[in-house]
């Protein structure tokens, strides 16, 4: 248990390293030059019979949709008697939307203007609340579900799908014209960073608390992210 808190902490801080060292280059503009011919060469690749498809997946890391997953996960684990466990995911998704807000207030960068947008899109740029949102809601599912599924091959699985998802948001982002590459780059480690250190806040003395075992007394569970 001690290996994992470890090494979840460790990656933790590596995820918030890269999120200061690019958002302090953002600022200084370095990336200016790279945001810009990036977003103009997607926008110049866009295929009509794609852009509505990039809408739909986008609205995957929309605030609306996660709000909806979010009632009804909620739902199964409490009718499941996984308060635990809904209390974990409601803490990581309220998180993530106030620390969409915050940092987007804190770095105030203004929505790209080289290309024609797809959709409209308000509010500051970077971090992407989209991507942030994306990453922290498929990873925090991807944890609660290997608690079900423990081999190795399941694992992989899981979070393969919960890392196309979150991938397919973050580029649907830029493929709509409404964010540059480091604002979705931003948004998703700040997102998986988050993730990283509420799960060793909560589960990391292990899953015998005490709310667990009063939920759950014929179950004696442990978080793990061993197959």
Not at 103 to 129: C, D, N, Q, W
Not at 163 to 189: K, N, T
Not at 215 to 223: C, D, L, R, V
Request: glycine share 8%.
């Amino acid at each position: 248990m001690l290996l994992r808190k470890i090494l979840l902490l460790g990656l933790a801080f590596l995820l918030l390293g890269l999120f200061i060292e690019i958002s302090d280059d953002m600022q200084e503009r370095d990336f200016d030059s790279f945001d810009s011919k990036i977003i103009t060469q997607v926008a110049k690749a866009r295929v009509d019979a794609l852009n509505g498809p990039a809408i739909d997946i986008t609205a995957l890391g929309s605030s609306t949709l996660i709000t909806l997953f979010l009632i009804v996960a909620l739902a199964l684990l409490w009718l499941k008697r996984e308060q635990f466990a809904a209390v974990y995911l409601l803490i990581g998704s309220i998180g993530a939307g106030l620390g969409t807000r915050f940092m987007k207030t804190v770095f105030a960068r203004p929505r790209p203007t080289e290309v024609e947008p797809l959709i409209h899109a308000s509010g500051f740029s970077y971090p992407s609340g989209h991507s942030f949102g994306a990453a922290s809601f498929y990873l925090l599912l991807m944890f609660l579900a290997w608690r079900y599924y423990r081999k190795l091959w399941q694992r992989v699985m899981i979070a393969t799908f919960a890392l196309i998802i979150i991938s397919l948001v973050c580029f649907s982002r830029v493929y709509l014209g409404v964010h540059y590459p480091m604002d979705v780059l931003a948004g998703a480690l700040l997102g998986a960073a988050w993730v990283c250190l509420l799960t060793v806040a909560i589960f990391g003395q292990g899953w015998r608390s005490e709310i667990w075992k009063r939920t759950h007394k014929n179950e004696e569970a442990e978080f793990s992210t061993e197959p």
